[in-house]
């Protein structure tokens, strides 16, 4: 790991001001970086991924670690704020479960113990290559993903190139379906960004990078509104390890369904498969109006990868999803799949 200086600000503004002045350059990977529970960015510095000159601990600041508003209002969500506080939160479990769900799918009860709601949406990718510490790939600066026609059996199937990442976060597909915004402070002010417009395709931005926060900036709150969507939403995630692992393949889905059994409305988003939480609105347009029989299930999970451009190695990830997004949709409204 390289030698870097530890700071502990007190409040949001002289955080950013550290981050912002440690004159590094726009180098996502040299740059000062905060530090909440610090599961990914210590393993990332101790693989030298990152190497920060200046690491600036974020848990010395009060008020970021709350959960407030009801049923009505929806949620207002800490950046700080443990996996484990949202998962045994009482008003997520009774009007969110899918988000209770999500928090409970990740890791262990130890690191959600310590893993954050902020540090759990900006976690850098999975990908071996890009986490071995001799490997220069095109996420590193290199030429080339090597994922793509090397080992790439946990990479995208959908919108990859030029680099083959899946996003890692499980709270994210699920807060994207439930229309979340985050807020973010910087040393040029405060913004807020809907969460589905945070994260950044590799072929659409810095490839460097994963998500648009600039390297003085960080997430200070998540924003979920209340709605009828919300309370009757749900997570499943595939594991290869049950005991604790990154999704091979997963699906948040909230479903209105009207008095007469057919779709008011609906949000299907699927995590492990793209280099973003994935969104498909044709899913979502074509349920409108259906009732949820078993054929229109399986259409909906015909449709959901019907964009998917597998590797060589993962094609796998094509009925995985399907089925999991039939399984969740039929969860969600409460049918049978």
């Given amino acids: 790991m390289k030698t870097f200086e530890w700071t502990n600000p007190e409040s949001v503004r002289e955080a950013v001001q550290m ?14 970086r905060p530090i909440a529970g610090g599961q990914d960015l210590l393993t ?10 200046r690491v600036v601990n974020l848990k010395s600041i009060r008020g970021l ?6 049923a009505r209002k929806g949620l207002t969500i800490g950046a700080l704020v443990t996996l484990t506080q949202l998962e045994e939160h009482p008003l997520v479990h009774a009007s969110f479960p899918g ?39 095109i996420k590193k600066g290199g030429s080339e993903c090597y994922a793509a026609t090397g080992e790439n059996k946990y990479n995208a199937i959908i919108a990859g190139g030029p680099s083959y990442i899946v996003h890692p976060s499980d709270l994210a597909p699920m807060l994207v379906a439930l229309g979340a915004r985050v807020s973010v402070t910087g040393t040029e002010g405060k913004r807020v960004i809907p969460l589905e417009k945070f994260f950044i395709l590799p072929s659409e931005g810095n490839i460097r990078r994963e998500n648009v926060l600039k390297n003085d900036e960080i997430i200070t709150e998540i924003q979920v509104p209340a709605s009828p969507l919300a309370a009757h939403s749900t997570y499943l995630k595939f594991k290869e390890r049950e005991s ?3 999704a091979l393949s997963s699906v948040a889905a909230a479903v209105e ?4 059994k057919t779709v008011k409305d609906a949000r299907i988003v699927l995590g492990g498969v793209a280099p973003i939480p994935w ?3 044709a899913v979502e347009k074509f349920l409108i109006g259906k009732t949820l029989s078993a054929e229109v299930l399986a259409e909906a999970g015909r449709l959901a990868v019907a964009d998917a451009k597998p590797l060589e190695k993962n094609a796998y990830k094509v009925p995985l999803t399907q089925t999991l997004v039939r399984r969740a949709l039929a969860k969600a409204a409460g049918v049978q799949a």
């Fill in 99 to 137: 988000l209770a769900e999500a928090a409970h799918s990740i890791a262990t009860p130890q690191i959600r113990n310590l893993g954050t709601v902020g540090g759990n949406l900006c976690q850098r990718p999975r990908c071996w290559y890009f986490r071995l510490e001799d490997v220069v790939c």
């Fill in 257 to 260: 369904v009207q008095p007469n």
């Fill in 44 to 53: 990332t510095m101790k693989d030298y991924t990152t190497r920060p000159s």
């Fill in 19 to 32: 981050l912002g002045s440690a004159g590094a350059s726009g180098d996502i990977d040299e740059a000062a």
């Fill in 244 to 246: 604790l692992d990154f």
């Fill in 279 to 281: 969104r498909v609105p």
């Fill in 65 to 70: 670690d709350r959960i407030t508003g009801d």
